[in-house]
């Protein structure tokens, strides 16, 4: 498997303020998960709030 080829993830890039990104690996520091995790519960809670929902891609079958 190469690089770039991730069973149930994408990587993606974005450019974010540097304020919330300071306080955000210091969250996953602080909560010793995954920032990758966080981003995932951040982005659901935000697509729900928007009327949004969606499986994981792990429990697609």
């Not at 304020?19 to 982005?43: C, G, H, R, V």
């Amino acid at each position: 498997m190469g690089y770039n080829e991730l069973k149930y993830r994408q990587r993606f890039t974005t450019s974010i303020d540097k304020n919330l990104l300071k306080a955000f690996f210091e969250l996953a520091e602080t909560k010793n998960q995954p920032k990758s995790w966080l981003i995932d519960e951040a982005l659901a809670d935000l697509l729900k709030k928007n009327g949004i929902e969606v499986k994981k891609a792990s429990t697609e079958k």
